[in-house]
């Protein structure tokens, strides 16, 4: 079949070599001039199996409502004259009811499993480098009550086979001795030895070329305007190239893998996808000093932020701001986070040079993505991944080139459709 993948980030281009990979012919089309230049340009760099629970619990709007009011908390909401603000919000709640959590976060891990083994596999076969270490996932608690909270997510995990496993301050300081320091605070820790971190905008730019090699099109540059339906489906899609001018692409299938900028395009179709922006910042450093610098990809509880080494560069990265489409960044939380990197490892890196960053995570209320097949029969949506599409990425894209080819996907996951 032809088909259209509208969204060229990680989980776009991931659908799209997987559907080239299943005999159809490809094409993606995104407005920026490459791939992977939006939510999954520098994001915190976790495969994060390990850790891939929901937001939505029942002591969750307890700690939003104490958070309101803090502009360096962790995660924020900032109510907007927006009705798909509230609208998800509302959502949220529901999802916060006793019996959701668990549910949602078994569907969360099966598919993380799932997308890693898909990962390690299109890694050894196409020989993709992305800055990838696969020394696991140190999480440290320097809260007593967190660490202990903790633990109910973590049985869960063990109880579904994940090695999640509980370590104490002087297994945290051995794992990674950078943390050395400040072992005083340290109260304890998870580490999970099978979770891995890498670039994930190394990993979709090396992934595309492959793409590209394989006869996939990539169409740059190119506004994506409307879907246009016909005989309850869709015959093509409209677009604007760079030059300005109008035009479309027929295909027998169009994927929708365009992140925060999904739900407005198919809501003309009658469509309501639950998906709203969770501002994310990251700041990168260069390494100056290797040995003070960490080399296990790290989390800290107390303030819900990730630490991943590149190579010679270090990124920090965290926050979730639900304050609508806006990427400007806040330096109040730039100068945080700058001084939170300054402070846990002093000099170790060249803090004249730092980049910031925003990203606009597509996030549903349950955290669980949408993956499958509208009630328009030939188009199918991919998106919803929240602060995990580089984890469920490779996956997700594979088991979406599954649905659309006829064949029930691997993992146990809710997929659209079926």
Not at 99 to 111: I, S, T
Not at 171 to 198: K, Q
Not at 368 to 373: N, S, Y
């Amino acid at each position: 079949m032809r088909v259209v993948v509208l969204g060229s980030g990680v989980i776009g281009v991931s659908t799209a070599w997987w559907l080239s990979r299943a005999g159809h012919d490809v094409t993606v089309i995104d407005r920026r001039s490459g791939p992977a230049q939006e939510t999954s340009f520098a994001n915190g760099g976790q495969i994060s199996v390990s850790y891939a629970e929901p937001w939505a619990s029942p002591g969750a709007p307890l700690k939003l409502l104490r958070w309101m009011m803090r502009d360096d908390a962790p995660m924020v909401f900032r109510p907007r004259l927006d009705a798909r603000q509230w609208a998800w919000g509302v959502q949220f709640l529901r999802e916060c009811l006793p019996g959701r959590f668990e549910p949602n976060l078994r569907a969360m891990v099966r598919l993380s499993e799932y997308s890693r083994s898909t990962l390690r596999a299109m890694r050894s076969e196409l020989g993709l480098e992305y800055d990838q270490v696969q020394r696991g996932i140190l999480h440290f608690y320097r809260d007593a009550a967190a660490f202990e909270a903790s633990q109910r997510g973590g049985g869960i995990m063990r109880d579904l086979g994940i090695d999640r496993r509980v370590v104490s301050p002087d297994e945290v300081v051995a794992l990674e001795p950078a943390l050395g320091p400040h072992r005083a605070s340290i109260v304890g820790g998870d580490f999970t030895p099978d979770d891995e971190s890498g670039d994930v905008h190394k990993f979709t730019v090396a992934l595309a070329d492959h793409c590209t090699r394989a006869g996939v099109d990539f169409q740059y540059d190119t506004q994506i305007t409307r879907l246009i339906p016909e005989g309850g489906q869709i015959r093509a899609v409209e677009t604007i190239d760079a030059r300005g001018a109008f035009g479309s692409r027929e295909a027998d299938a169009f994927v929708v893998a365009m992140g925060v900028g999904s739900p407005a395009l198919v809501k003309p179709l009658g469509l309501r996808v639950p998906v709203y922006p969770a501002k994310g910042y990251s700041l990168t450093l260069p390494v100056r000093h290797g040995a003070l610098a960490p080399t296990v990809s790290l989390s800290d509880s107390s303030h819900k932020l990730v630490m991943s080494r590149f190579g010679d560069r270090f990124r920090l990265a965290g926050t979730a701001e639900l304050s609508g489409y806006s990427r400007a960044l806040d330096e109040r939380r730039c100068a945080s986070m700058l001084n939170y990197a300054r402070t846990l490892f002093p000099d170790a890196f060249n803090v004249e040079d730092v980049r910031y960053w925003s990203g606009l995570r597509p996030t549903t209320p349950s955290n669980v993505p949408l993956i499958g097949r509208t009630r328009i029969a030939n188009l199918y949506l991919n998106t919803g991944h929240g602060t995990l599409g580089w984890t469920m990425g490779a996956g997700s894209g594979r088991a979406l080139a599954d649905l659309l080819s006829g064949r029930r996907p691997e993992p146990e996951f809710p997929f659209l459709g079926l």
